[in-house]
């Protein structure tokens, strides 16, 4: 079992910044692939970001390129989503994901929520215009 655990969400101004962070612990030497979703209040859950278990992959939901950066310490096991240039409609609960990775897939990313196999519990973030 890999417990994922997100800190880092808040209230912020519109144009501000925020930086997520999503740490999984799981068996020693364990790699993941990792991802951030959001859910905004009535809509459904949508794919934000996603970098490889190596972390030379990273894949952007269109909305959030230029604006959004994920990136991974391999050595703590945590991922980050850097935000900035925030806007009202970034609003949402945000959602860390995490796929056990296979020896073949240490640069793949991945964009569907049914490819991960953890999910933690999720961080409010709120863009206030």
């Known amino acids: 079992q890999v417990q994922v655990v997100e800190s880092g969400g808040g209230l912020v101004q519109a144009g501000g910044s925020l930086r997520l962070s999503c740490a999984a612990s799981g068996r020693a030497g364990s790699r993941y692939a990792m991802g951030w979703f959001r859910q905004a209040p009535g809509s459904e859950r949508e794919f934000v970001a996603a970098?490889?278990?190596?972390?030379?992959?990273?894949l952007y939901t269109d909305s959030v390129k230029g604006r959004f950066t994920i990136s991974r310490d391999n050595a703590k096991n945590t991922v980050y989503l850097q935000m900035n240039v925030l806007t009202p409609e970034d609003t949402a609960v945000y959602y860390c994901?995490?796929?056990?990775?296979?020896?073949?897939?240490?640069?793949?990313?991945?964009?569907?929520?049914?490819?991960?196999?953890?999910w933690g519990q999720g961080t409010q973030v709120t863009v206030s215009s």
């Open positions: 970098i490889s278990p190596n972390g030379g992959s990273t």
């Open positions: 994901a995490v796929r056990e990775a296979q020896p073949f897939d240490t640069s793949y990313t991945y964009r569907r929520a049914v490819q991960y196999h953890y």
